[in-house]
């Protein structure tokens, strides 16, 4: 249906008469009115820093609507370019709109080490969908990263990332990564390209 584009989950067989068998292990999908649009134009929030820090602030709040199992969010984001550090809360997926890189988030900076570092740092069940990432290392930080996903806390941190574009321009830093999952976290990665190049290190998972 109109809520599960074809990107999201496509089979194809030569013959017509091949059997397939789906196994689901388990989803999130926000009840009626949790999407929240992001656009310069027009949008709930005019960029995803904004949005999250709402989010945060429902949950700082404890508010009954607050991102949370059985309560998830989609955060849709509208074709354009996007600057910032954005970071995630739970339970909140950041789908972009209107095909390949059209709509991306750009960071330049960078820190002192892995957590900090990152473009988009995630939390537990917070996705990535359709989306181009773009790192670049100003400044002479130490560490200059893509994606970074926290550590597990109590249980495994879960993250799940999809049809994303991941590039990282580590020149002038020490060390520049693509995608980082701290211990005890689980990374789910399909459909996507990562590249890192210019740092002393580069590590390209």
Do not use: K, W
């Amino acid at each position: 249906g109109a809520s599960c584009p074809p990107t999201h989950f496509d089979l194809q067989a030569n013959l017509a008469t091949v059997p397939a068998i789906v196994d689901v292990q388990g989803y999130f999908y926000p009840q009626a009115g949790n999407v929240i649009s992001v656009s310069p134009s027009g949008g709930d929030f005019a960029t995803i820093v904004d949005a999250m820090a709402f989010l945060q602030g429902l949950i700082d709040n404890s508010d009954p609507d607050a991102p949370a199992e059985g309560n998830a969010y989609i955060v849709e984001v509208g074709p354009g370019q996007y600057v910032g550090q954005v970071t995630m809360v739970p339970y909140v997926t950041i789908r972009g709109a209107g095909g390949t890189c059209a709509t991306s988030i750009t960071y330049a900076g960078g820190g002192a080490g892995t957590s900090t570092a990152a473009a988009v740092t995630t939390a537990d069940q917070a996705f990535l969908e359709s989306l181009c990432i773009t790192a670049t290392a100003t400044g002479g930080p130490t560490v200059i990263g893509g994606i970074y996903v926290p550590a597990g806390g109590g249980g495994s941190s879960v993250t799940q990332i999809y049809d994303v574009s991941v590039a990282v321009d580590g020149t002038g830093a020490t060390d520049a990564y693509g995608v980082s999952a701290g211990t005890g976290s689980q990374l789910d990665l399909g459909l996507s390209q990562v590249n890192v190049a210019g740092a002393t290190t580069v590590n390209n998972g």
